[in-house]
């Protein structure tokens, strides 16, 4: 069994994790600063609860960079909800209990409950995209599929990424 509240207490909050981000340091800082949390978001958690959500993920990565600056800004405003990160590569063997089809895709985000209790995970992507990435990426050259994909980020503005992690979150009931 995976001892959450140890990787909780090693894993960095999301201004430490950015501030020592090497690659698309500002794509993960202005997301983080542009979005806006629909205020359905804020009323799916119920006074009282709390969630951690634990992200598996690397700064290089564009899915959760178009991803997680929302979760952390939600966290960040939500009473009960928290977020933290760990590296990916420095946790392989927490990486390979959330494998995407044999990869070690990510961004994975784990929700653990107030005694560090895992409740479900998402990730590594929306449903929607990640449907639409399995089904093109074999057609679509990857020159052209990268930028379909955050075109498709940009239009969502984080709504589905938002649905899905609270519904693994158990709080999902309200999402509109």
Known sequence: MRDFKALWEGALPYDQFVAASVQHKGLWEGIYHIVRIPDWAFQ??????????????????????????????????????????????????????????????????????????????????????QAWVLENRPLVPKAELYPQIRRWYARDRGVTTLREVLAAAGLGRSAA
């Open 44 to 129: 799916a958690v119920p006074l009282g609860t709390r969630r951690r959500l634990l992200v598996i993920a690397e700064d290089w990565c564009g899915d959760a960079s178009s991803t997680i600056p929302i979760l952390a800004r939600f966290a960040d405003a939500a009473p009960g909800m928290e977020l933290r990160l760990v590296h990916r590569d420095q946790h392989p063997e927490l990486m390979d209990g959330y494998l995407t089809n044999g990869a070690r895709a990510i961004p994975i985000v784990i929700v653990l409950d107030e005694g560090f209790r895992e409740l479900g995970s998402w990730g590594p992507r929306p449903s929607p995209l």
